[in-house]
C-alpha cells in the first residue's frame, strides 16, 4: 500500500523503465521488487476494460486506487470511498528518491514516523496503514537479519525457529506469510502477532516496542472496529497526496507507458486527425 506514496498518488509506479525517466524505474528498484507482475497485468486489464466501456477518461492512478479498496474489502476488510479525479504522472521516481520515501523493513519506527510525518501522516496513520501487512508475503532477505548471524532476542523463540525451516539462508529465495494468524484476511491479527513478538519485520515489530506507537498496536489489536476505521483515514489521506489534477499529467491509454512512447496511441491520434480532414 506504501508503495504507492514516493511522488503521490499518480500512478509512477507502473511505468516501465524507458525515456519517461532517467535510470532504473520506479517499478524495479529495490522496494518494490515484492510487487508482482500479475498485479501490474491486472490494472492494465482493468484499464482497458474501463476505456472500451467509458472512453479514455479514468486514469490508471484511479484505477489503482479504486482496486486497492476493492481488493481490501473482498478480503474481509472495510469498504469506503474513493475520491477520484487523479490523472497519471509523466515520469517516474528516480531509485534515489524510491529508496528516500520507501523506508526499509529493517527500519526502526522512530525513522519510519520521521520519513511519513514528511507526507503529514502521523503516528496512527502509520499504524493503520502497516496493518495491510496482515495479507501478502515476505521474501526472506526482507528480514532474514533478525534470524542471521544471531535471531533477534525480540523475536518469538518459536516463531524465529520456523522462520529459520523456511529461510535456512539470510538469502535464501523463498518467502512466508506476513500475518501467521489469518494469512488471506484483511482484520486486525497483525496487532495480536506483534504483542506476541510475532511481527515479520523490524518495522513491523518495533511499533510495538517504541513508546509513541506501542498503545495504538494495542487498540488496535483489541477493537478491529477502531482499526478499519483509522485505516480508511489513513488510506483516503495517503491516495491524495501530491495528486495532478485538471491538464496535470495525462490519462494513459497504457498504464506502463506514458501516451508520447506509446506508438498504438500515437498512431491511433494519427487517424484520428486524418479522419477529420478527410471532410
Same mark, same amino acid.
Not at 27 to 49: S, V
Given at each position: 500500500?506504501?508503495?504507492?506514496?514516493?511522488?503521490?498518488?499518480?500512478?509512477?509506479?507502473?511505468?516501465?523503465?524507458?525515456?519517461?525517466?532517467?535510470?532504473?524505474?520506479?517499478?524495479?528498484?529495490?522496494?518494490?521488487?515484492?510487487?508482482?507482475?500479475?498485479?501490474?497485468?491486472?490494472?492494465?486489464?482493468?484499464?482497458?476494460?474501463?476505456?472500451?466501456?467509458?472512453?479514455?477518461?479514468?486514469?490508471?492512478?484511479?484505477?489503482?486506487? @479504486?482496486? $486497492?479498496? +476493492?481488493? !481490501?474489502? #473482498? &478480503? =474481509? /476488510?472495510?469498504?469506503?470511498?474513493?475520491?477520484?479525479?487523479?490523472?497519471? %504522472?509523466?515520469?517516474?521516481?528516480?531509485?534515489?528518491?524510491?529508496?528516500?520515501?520507501?523506508?526499509?523493513?529493517?527500519?526502526?519506527?522512530?525513522?519510519?514516523?520521521?520519513?511519513?510525518?514528511?507526507?503529514? @501522516?502521523? $503516528?496512527? +496513520?502509520? !499504524?493503520? #496503514? &502497516? =496493518? /495491510?501487512?496482515?495479507?501478502?508475503?515476505?521474501?526472506?532477505?526482507?528480514? %532474514?537479519?533478525?534470524?542471521?548471524?544471531?535471531?533477534?532476542?525480540?523475536?518469538?523463540?518459536?516463531?524465529?525457529?520456523?522462520?529459520?525451516?523456511?529461510?535456512?539462508?539470510?538469502?535464501?529465495?523463498?518467502?512466508?506469510?506476513?500475518?501467521?494468524?489469518?494469512?488471506?484476511?484483511?482484520?486486525?491479527?497483525?496487532?495480536?502477532?506483534?504483542?506476541?513478538?510475532? %511481527?515479520?519485520?523490524?518495522?513491523?515489530?518495533?511499533?510495538?516496542?517504541?513508546?509513541?506507537?506501542?498503545?495504538?498496536?494495542?487498540?488496535?489489536?483489541?477493537?478491529?472496529?477502531?482499526?478499519?476505521?483509522?485505516?480508511?483515514?489513513?488510506?483516503?489521506?495517503?491516495?491524495?497526496?501530491?495528486?495532478?489534477?485538471?491538464?496535470?499529467?495525462?490519462?494513459?491509454?497504457?498504464?506502463?507507458?506514458?501516451?508520447?512512447?506509446?506508438?498504438?496511441?500515437?498512431?491511433?491520434?494519427?487517424?484520428?486527425?486524418?479522419?477529420?480532414?478527410?471532410?
Amino acid at each position: 500500500m506504501e508503495k504507492s506514496m514516493v511522488q503521490g498518488c499518480d500512478g509512477s509506479v507502473l511505468l516501465d523503465g524507458s525515456t519517461s525517466g532517467p535510470g532504473q524505474s520506479e517499478k524495479t528498484a529495490p522496494p518494490n521488487l515484492t510487487l508482482r507482475a500479475r498485479a501490474f497485468q491486472i490494472i492494465n486489464e482493468l484499464r482497458a476494460k474501463i476505456h472500451k466501456k467509458c472512453g479514455r477518461v479514468v486514469s490508471c492512478a484511479d484505477i489503482t486506487a @479504486l482496486a $486497492a479498496r +476493492d481488493a !481490501v474489502f #473482498l &478480503s =474481509g /476488510g472495510p469498504d469506503y470511498a474513493v475520491p477520484l479525479g487523479r490523472r497519471d %504522472g509523466l515520469t517516474f521516481a528516480t531509485l534515489e528518491a524510491t529508496l528516500d520515501n520507501l523506508p526499509p523493513p529493517s527500519s526502526s519506527a522512530s525513522a519510519i514516523l520521521d520519513n511519513l510525518s514528511r507526507k503529514n @501522516l502521523d $503516528a496512527t +496513520d502509520v !499504524v493503520a #496503514l &502497516s =496493518g /495491510g501487512h496482515t495479507i501478502g508475503i515476505a521474501h526472506c532477505p526482507s528480514f %532474514g537479519n533478525r534470524l542471521y548471524p544471531t535471531t533477534d532476542p525480540v523475536m518469538d523463540k518459536t516463531f524465529a525457529k520456523n522462520l529459520k525451516v523456511v529461510c535456512p539462508k539470510n538469502d535464501t529465495d523463498a518467502f512466508t506469510v506476513q500475518d501467521i494468524r489469518t494469512p488471506n484476511t484483511f482484520d486486525n491479527k497483525y496487532y495480536v502477532d506483534l504483542m506476541n513478538r510475532q %511481527g515479520l519485520f523490524n518495522s513491523d515489530q518495533d511499533l510495538y516496542t517504541f513508546s509513541k506507537t506501542k498503545e495504538i498496536v494495542k487498540s488496535f489489536a483489541v477493537d478491529q472496529s477502531l482499526f478499519f476505521e483509522k485505516f480508511v483515514i489513513a488510506m483516503t489521506k495517503m491516495g491524495q497526496l501530491s495528486v495532478l489534477t485538471g491538464t496535470q499529467g495525462e490519462i494513459r491509454a497504457n498504464c506502463s507507458v506514458r501516451n508520447p512512447d506509446n506508438k498504438a496511441y500515437l498512431a491511433s491520434v494519427v487517424e484520428d486527425v486524418e479522419s477529420l480532414t478527410e471532410f
